[in-house]
């Protein structure tokens, strides 16, 4: 059998710190959350080497493995899950504890990479609100374990000595795989298993010797030296917009295959320093801080209603370090080995029953909505307005370039209207207004199309960058110019988009998101003068274009953004009985709108185009307004609300006043 490795559980801990750190915010460790690139490496290393082993001695049995890791991983993980789903049933809103209760059954069934891959989308929450969302990579490492052993004996009963060519061609596949498909679906690349799949082939590699161990101890100084650089490199110079994992996860991988094949030949200096007593120790109880410290994070800073100061933050990690060794002394240790707590039978019956305890409490959860009775009525209006909306899979949006040049969109207005005269042309700004914009056509007795995309502002020759959705963007935006230029009868066009993003590519306050940047799929930087200038050329060829056409342009001036989640915050605010953050103030709302302000009054110059500005019924004081009537006005930090966009049914009105 193996010896143990001191030093791996050392690495544990240069995993496990820089996480915690990056989670609590510390702005030196930036990149902090590579710690989890760190332990997929580990755990290739450990989990082949033991599968491997045994294999070879003809000891290996898939009961005796997945009783080891049910040992290893499931007492830790459960009592987190049932600890945290106790402060979730009384902390959270209905809606977010019916989003905890799925993560929860996900993360019971081996499947939460799914499920946030799932809800990081256009409308996803910010991974400050999302208790469990660090469970994602135990369900990728679980997924290792379920399919790995059983490759390895596939390799086996072809000849062990294939070993290393096998997993090497599968490393080398996943991380091809992991490179290229980043730009196409970095969520997915994220999240998922199949790319992700080669950091922990890395770890196999050097279990299963493909590397011969180093045996000058200059060498061995100098790749554990290089390894603790390179992990230290990553950890303070990546940021969240670092593309990743992709290739960028290279570096902190290759770092701590580095140190584990230096170990692997003898001592050197960086093993020895990680082999420390105080340094193993954090090493040994990284498990459970990783399973505890996210959770109380992210409960406290819920129940905080802001960020949590510097005295909270220490304080939540300091818990999340006391949890973390009564998990490992009282929780792991007792179950560890063969004659920890249970013999096999008791122990997969006592892993059934508690998988099946927690997603069965979480379908209830679910069911039940998360028991939105149990607040006060002011609270629960508040919180409605988070599905104030139009739903997703709205029918109005998205609609394909053939139909759009063929007129096939969805109406607005007045029943009794004979034509359409007027078109709504925007991104997600403009499906929200879309309401409003046929209320006050049906009250002036008109009718409308819609022409609308989530992330198409209305430009054509520039799309966004992040999301591969330039072609649809450029096909979309064509097709309404298309389709524009065929019908006389349409004399008015509305244009809308969220102006002050794609001049500015950052997002406003705590939004949840990637900094956006416009491309015209020509060479050139990724910056906010590039933003500027393509959004400048673009909106007023979009503008000459329709003048040109003999149309009205209407310009929908910048929504203010609020930079806060407005349901939740005010809901759980009046429910906590804390004061809401503070709503951006005029000022703040035109340093942000800056650039699009001097844009728009050029264009407001020309004749056949007016604007119309929605900040003067939205910001009617030194503040902007994000409640009336008790109820929101956004249904996230940026978009209206369906009652939000009421307030602007008399600016429309004037489009169909003339």
């Known amino acids: 059998m193996h010896h143990y490795r001191p030093d791996i559980d050392g690495l544990r801990a240069v995993a496990i710190v820089p996480v915690v750190l990056f989670h609590a915010g510390l702005g030196a460790f930036s990149g902090g959350f590579v710690g989890v690139d760190v332990f997929f490496v580990i755990s290739g290393f450990l989990i082949t080497r033991l599968i491997s082993h045994e294999i070879d001695g003809g000891t290996f049995t898939l009961a005796n493995f997945y009783e080891r890791r049910i040992r290893r991983l499931f007492p830790a993980l459960f009592a987190m899950l049932f600890a945290a789903s106790a402060v979730a049933a009384w902390l959270l809103l209905p809606a977010d504890l019916v989003d905890f209760a799925k993560s929860v059954l996900a993360t019971g069934l081996f499947g939460s990479n799914f499920l946030f891959w799932g809800e990081s989308g256009y409308f996803g929450r910010a991974a400050e609100e999302i208790p469990l969302l660090h469970t994602w990579s135990l369900a990728v490492e679980e997924q290792y374990y379920i399919l790995f052993p059983l490759f390895l004996l ?112 003898g001592h050197h200096p960086v093993g020895d320093a990680l082999s420390l007593r105080p340094v193993v120790l954090v090493g040994l109880i990284s498990y459970s801080l ?80 998360g028991w939105p009775g149990r607040l006060e009525p002011e609270v629960r209006l508040l919180m409605a307005g988070a ?38 042309w925007g991104d997600s700004h403009a499906r929200v207004m879309s309401d409003a914009i046929g209320a006050a056509a049906a009250r002036a007795g008109t009718a409308g199309l819609l022409a609308l995309r989530v992330r198409c502002a209305p430009l054509p020759g520039a799309h966004r960058s992040e999301d591969g959705s330039g072609d649809q963007c450029h096909a979309f935006n064509q097709s309404v110019l298309d389709f524009l230029a065929g019908a006389p009868a349409v004399t008015d066009v509305i244009l809308a988009g969220r102006w002050g993003l794609l001049a500015e590519a950052a997002r406003y306050g705590h939004e949840a998101g990637e900094a956006v940047y416009l491309t015209d799929g020509t060479p050139a930087e990724l910056s906010v003068p590039n933003n500027q200038r393509l959004l400048e050329r673009s909106l007023r060829h979009s503008v000459a274009t329709l003048v040109g056409l003999g149309k009205r342009v209407w310009i929908v001036a910048p929504v203010p953004e609020i930079g806060w989640d407005v349901p939740s915050v005010l809901a759980r605010a009046a429910r906590f009985e804390r004061p809401p953050p503070a709503a951006p103030s005029r000022v703040e709302f035109e340093a942000r709108q800056a650039f699009v302000t001097g844009l728009l009054r050029e264009l407001d110059a020309q004749p056949g185009v007016e604007i119309l500005q929605p900040d003067a019924v939205l910001c009617p004081g030194e503040r902007c307004s994000v409640v009336h009537d008790g109820r929101p006005l956004y249904f996230d930090s940026h978009h209206l609300s369906l009652h939000g966009a009421t307030l602007l049914e008399p600016m429309f009105g004037t489009v169909f006043g003339r």
């Not at 490199?233 to 580095?258: K, Q």
């Open 387 to 424: 599905s104030d909306r139009r739903p997703r899979n709205w029918t109005c949006e998205n609609t394909p370039a053939e139909d759009i040049r063929a007129g096939r969109l969805c109406r607005v207005g007045s029943e009794q209207a004979a034509a359409t005269t007027f078109l709504v």
């Open 290 to 369: 990783y399973l505890w410290h996210w959770p109380i994070l992210a409960l406290w800073r819920y129940f905080a209603v802001r960020d949590l100061t510097p005295v909270e933050t220490a304080a939540a990690v300091a818990m999340a370090v006391a949890a973390a060794v009564v998990s490992w002394r009282w929780i792991e240790r007792p179950f560890r080995g063969r004659s920890g707590l249970f013999d096999r039978r008791r122990l997969f019956a006592a892993a059934l029953a508690v998988m099946v305890l927690a997603v069965g409490a979480s379908a209830i959860a679910i069911a039940a909505k």
């Open 154 to 265: 596939w390799v086996a009963a072809r000849g062990r000595k294939r070993y290393v060519m096998a997993t090497a061609l599968v490393t080398a596949a996943t991380f091809a795989l992991s490179v290229a498909y980043l730009p196409i679906d970095p969520d997915a690349t994220f999240y998922l298993a199949p790319f992700r799949a080669w950091e922990l082939g890395l770890g196999a590699l050097l279990a299963l010797g493909a590397f011969p161990a180093p045996h000058r101890h200059a060498l061995r100084t100098l790749a554990g030296g290089l390894g603790i650089a390179a992990i230290a490199v990553a950890v303070t110079t990546y940021t969240s917009a670092t593309p990743f994992p992709g290739a960028a996860a290279l570096l902190p991988c290759l770092g701590a295959a580095a140190i584990i094949w230096a170990g692997s030949g």
